[in-house]
């Protein structure tokens, strides 16, 4: 028994908060959650779930055009962006009804409003004040635009989710997960799509040769990447296009220029500093293994504490936050093997050290399989498989798999699993293979590639 309001206020329901709140109140505890904005944060309203749907829908410009190999007859088609960006939202609706519905199940009470912390046992919400013996910060991130001249005109993924008319040619500012993803989805819906990377390439801290198979596919679709390209200013036409001077001094006259240039953690005005909670220089909450800042009672996870930004590392920080202190059972979260996909077309699946981060510490072998995929032998789509595989020459441990192709997030899911159960190559090379699959080449890849196995 406590002399406050709640046993825990968590600051925004996202991934890892929602999480953490349903669980929390499911093993006893009075819990309430504040949220400015749609329950469901990033992931669910402007993140992963709306992207992956306009993913799904991009896709079809290329079955349309691989069917044709395969007998069928593809008269004239179109899309409506307005249609797909409708029937996104209409499911986002849904998704934001089950969560109310959860919360409600579980008995979590939704604060709605901006939360601010007072003092450290303290959150206002809409003039009202309410305590609570922990608190939890999930309040995630938000996109971060560099401070050119012109930046007022232009949009982020938050707002490319939502444009009323797909531009007819778009610029984007950034190399990373959202940038080559949103590249994908508007090139395939008919866009012009124009990369600008600052460095000389894309999906950096990725294996170099992720990095170059994603680089020739994309180029193969005609999504245009411009190395070692930064702008300078940006202006609005008359016609209400937009001149985008780059520091070569070329201008390019374009529909939309979207940034995806990394997301900076959420954390100002919301009384932290008041608080006494220590940030880092990027203004992320610094925790502890347990989640913890250096305030006693006051815990953050998720992006705000910028970690792994991953959702599924969220909603496992808010697990094991919620287990540790309100289910009497401390657990800690083992940031090892995180799998990770990016859903470019093609897309990327990965898990576990890159060859250059294995380099740093073992000795390697690495082994690697290019290959066209069945289906495309009828399609005549020229877009090749990328998979890989790093090995430590000493003790046989799988340190690494890498794939671009269809479906390898879908792939790399399962040998995550063999990852975190230490597999070695013999057992990978133990495993029959399930045919015909792009997948069973994770299991017949026999020969080291030459120059590796001496590394
Ligand atoms: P990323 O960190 O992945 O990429 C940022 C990109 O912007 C890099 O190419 C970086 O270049 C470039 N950049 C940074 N600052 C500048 C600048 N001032 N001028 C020009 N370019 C710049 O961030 P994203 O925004 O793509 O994604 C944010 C986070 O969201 C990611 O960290 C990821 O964890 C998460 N996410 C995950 C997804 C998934 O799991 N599928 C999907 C979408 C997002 P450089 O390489 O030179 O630093």
Request: proline share 3%; hydrophobic share 40%.
């Amino acid at each position: 028994m406590t002399n406050f309001d709640y046993d825990l206020i968590t600051i925004g329901a996202g991934s890892g908060g929602v999480r953490a709140s349903r669980l929390a109140a499911s093993y006893g505890g009075k819990v309430a959650t504040v949220e400015e904005s749609r329950v469901g944060g990033t992931c669910v309203m402007r993140g992963c779930v709306p992207k992956k749907l306009l993913v799904y829908g991009a896709h079809y410009a290329s079955h349309f055009e691989d069917a044709v190999g395969f007998g069928w007859t593809v008269g004239d088609v179109s899309h409506d962006w307005g249609a797909l960006v409708a029937a996104k939202d209409k499911e986002l609706n849904r998704l934001e009804q089950v969560y109310h519905r959860m919360f409600k199940d579980v008995g979590v009470f939704l604060l709605e409003g901006r939360g601010v912390l007072s003092d450290p046992h303290t959150v206002e919400v809409g003039g009202k004040s309410y305590t609570a013996d922990k608190i939890l910060i999930g309040v995630g991130g938000w996109p971060f635009i560099p401070n050119i001249p012109g930046r007022e005109y232009v949009i982020t993924s938050n707002e490319a989710l939502d444009l009323k008319e797909r531009p007819d040619h778009i610029i984007i500012v950034g190399g990373g997960y959202i940038a080559l993803e949103f590249a994908g989805i508007f090139r395939a819906l008919g866009s012009k799509v124009d990369v600008l990377i600052r460095s000389g390439s894309i999906l950096r801290g990725f294996d170099h040769d992720v990095c170059c198979t994603v680089t020739q596919e994309l180029d193969k679709k005609g999504i245009v990447i411009h190395p070692d390209c930064v702008v300078r200013s940006i202006d609005k036409c008359d016609d209400g296009q937009l001149s985008v001077m780059v520091d070569n001094g070329k201008e390019m006259v374009v529909d939309q220029v979207m940034y995806a240039t990394g997301r900076n953690p959420n954390t100002k005005g919301i009384g932290l500093e008041e608080a006494g909670v220590v940030l880092n220089k990027k203004g992320a909450i610094v925790v502890d293994k347990w989640n913890r800042s250096n305030v006693e009672n006051i815990f953050a996870v998720g992006d705000v504490t910028d970690r792994v930004n991953l959702t599924p590392v969220a909603i496992n920080e808010g697990r094991v936050f919620a287990e540790s202190f309100f289910n009497n059972s401390p657990m800690t979260l083992d940031y090892t093997n995180i799998a990770s996909a990016v859903f470019t077309q093609p897309t990327v699946g990965t898990v576990g050290m890159t060859e250059e981060q294995a380099l740093k510490d073992h000795a390697v072998k690495i082994y690697m399989s290019r290959f066209k995929a069945m289906k495309h032998t009828l399609s005549g789509r020229d877009e090749r498989i990328m998979m890989k595989i790093i090995v430590d020459k000493d003790t046989d441990k799988v340190l690494g798999c890498h794939m671009v192709g269809d479906d390898s997030p879908e792939i790399i899911q399962g040998l995550a699993v063999a990852l975190k159960c230490g597999a070695t190559k013999a057992q990978f090379d133990a495993t029959v293979g399930i045919h015909p699959t792009a997948a069973e080449e994770f299991v017949t890849m026999r020969d080291a590639v030459p120059d590796s196995a001496d590394v």
